[in-house]
């Protein structure tokens, strides 16, 4: 059965206040502000739909999600909700789009890895998810960082209860990266710096894969060998250039969109 969502108001105000005196806790804040902002900017976005989410450090059971109806470029750090995985809204104004909180919860539940969950029909990766076939071909260097990590996901309609963000859970197993099928992406990381590297990274991916069949021309896939080697030699680097890229965009935020931050 679904969860009824409930306000701040149901919460616990003393955790609320608690949460807003944690560092940490603002700092997850301002990444996932930063990342929600970026992907705006790089038209990753769609309306007020789609959805961030992290696990906050030292709080179990509790998220950060973007609230439902604002879009990604009117998000700020502090406008971010605060969720329980039960459904409460511990902290923050609204209340996160009914999908958002079905996937998002159940993954962080069933996947703890999963630190960092990131929800996006951004458009080269979506229109690889609607083709037959394998997603990705391997055949560009950038989507061999995503080699073995891959899982696709059959549609079943909106994801309204318990039990649909359950399946999108278990069909990604110890997937990092989902294609759901006739939908979109979702990109799951240890930390934000990691999702936001590697939605980058899968849209910029997608969108060469897709001009590279625009030509008509039978693209070249990189032999399985080489593809595993390469995917090793990135993935050893990957969490330093995360972290450089996340700083990348608060540096660029800071000049451009810098009341992300309030």
């Known amino acids: 059965m679904a969860h009824q969502l409930s306000s701040k108001a149901a919460g616990d105000a003393g955790m609320a206040a608690a949460l807003r005196n944690d560092p940490a806790v603002r700092q997850a804040r301002i990444d996932l502000a930063a990342c929600l902002r970026m992907a705006a900017r790089l038209g990753m976005a769609e309306g007020i739909c789609n959805h961030f989410s992290a696990t906050l450090p030292g709080h179990p059971g509790l998220f950060l999600v973007n609230p439902l109806g604002l879009a990604f470029c ?3 750090a502090s406008r971010l909700l605060v969720c ?3 459904g409460r809204v511990v902290d923050g104004d609204g209340e996160p789009e009914a999908t958002a ?11 703890p890895a999963a630190v960092a969950a990131f929800h996006t029909h951004m458009p080269n990766a979506t229109a690889l998810a609607m083709v037959d076939g394998e997603p990705l071909v391997w055949a560009g260097q950038t989507a ?5 990590r891959v899982a696709t996901v059959p ?6 209860d318990e039990l649909e963000g359950d399946r999108i859970a ?6 990092d990266i989902a294609f759901l099928r006739n939908h979109g992406v979702m990109v799951t990381a240890p930390n934000i710096a990691q999702a936001w590297d590697d939605l980058y990274y899968l849209e910029r991916a997608a969108e060469v894969q897709v001009r590279a069949h625009g030509t008509g021309r039978k693209l070249l896939p990189v032999p399985a060998d080489v ?7 990135m993935r050893d680097g990957d969490p330093e250039s995360a972290r450089l890229h996340l700083a990348s965009i608060h540096r660029q935020l800071a000049r451009l969109e810098p009341d992300y931050l309030d």
């Not at 909180?101 to 996947?111: D, G, P, S, T, W």
């Not at 278990?170 to 997937?175: I, K, R, S, V």
């Not at 593809?227 to 030699?233: N, P």
Request: hydrophobic share 50%; proline share 0%; glycine share 8%.
């Open 74 to 76: 009117e998000v700020t």
């Open 84 to 86: 329980h995985v039960d």
């Open 101 to 111: 909180f079905f996937i998002h919860a159940r993954l962080h539940m069933r996947k």
């Open 144 to 148: 061999l960082k995503f080699y073995g």
């Open 155 to 160: 549609f079943n309609g909106l994801a309204l």
């Open 170 to 175: 278990d069909a990604m197993g110890n997937a």
């Open 227 to 233: 593809a595993a080697l390469c995917a090793r030699q």
